[in-house]
């Protein structure tokens, strides 16, 4: 039985798997003379482009990178935008983020590596900042073209907030890839009509 193919951009992949899913797009179709590509790009300067191939049903595209190819990405966050051209026309037709994580298969068994998130790494780089316990290798991170440690404590503070949530967001997207839920605690209160009879005793519904 073959795999099932998404028909969704993934949001979690892993350097050295295939990629695979497949893409209709309104409007947009290869029939038309319409090709679809994808440019992926991360904050640490590093990106690829995928070019969609047409399905058999000239409809809309498949997209597959083969594994030997993925293994050369560089993990961390993409941006990524698809858009279609013909001829000198060209239109973003949508976009998100991926996370490409490492394939520990192709480490050492005895290899020593750090998997964390970037948003994870970055909270743990600026609370050894503000808690005085500077890391030797603090001078690698910074934050808009700024060190961390010559960032003011206030702005800084501000910083850590903004990776706190972009975290929780992670891992909550984590917990519902994996059908865990969200994580998030939903609380209901209900109010429930209360009659006073007349000897003072109450009479809950």
């Not at 990178?65 to 013909?86: C, D, I, L």
Request: charged share 25%; net charge neutral.
């Amino acid at each position: 039985m073959a795999a099932t193919v998404p028909e969704i951009e993934p949001y979690e992949v892993y350097a050295g798997d295939t990629f695979r899913w497949d893409k209709d797009v309104k409007d947009y179709t290869p029939a038309d003379g319409w090709a679809l590509t994808y440019s992926f790009r991360s904050v640490t300067g590093t990106g690829f482009n995928i070019t969609g191939a047409a399905n058999s049903g000239n409809s809309g595209w498949e997209i597959t990178v083969a594994a030997s190819t993925t293994a050369s990405y560089t993990t961390g966050e993409y941006n990524w935008q698809a858009y279609v051209t013909k001829g000198s026309e060209r239109y973003v037709v949508d976009n998100g983020v991926t996370v490409i994580h490492r394939n520990l298969n192709a480490l050492a068994v005895g290899a020593v590596t750090d998997l964390r998130s970037h948003a994870k790494l970055m909270i743990s780089k600026i609370q050894s900042v503000l808690e005085g316990r500077v890391d030797a290798d603090i001078e690698n991170y910074s934050i808009g073209g700024r060190s961390i440690n010559k960032i003011p404590v206030n702005e800084l503070v501000n910083i850590l907030h903004t990776y706190e949530e972009k975290l929780d967001k992670e891992e909550r997207k984590r917990r519902l890839a994996n059908k865990h839920g969200s994580g998030r605690l939903i609380k209901a209160r209900f109010n429930y009509p209360v009659r006073v009879t007349s000897n003072s005793e109450y009479t809950i519904y």
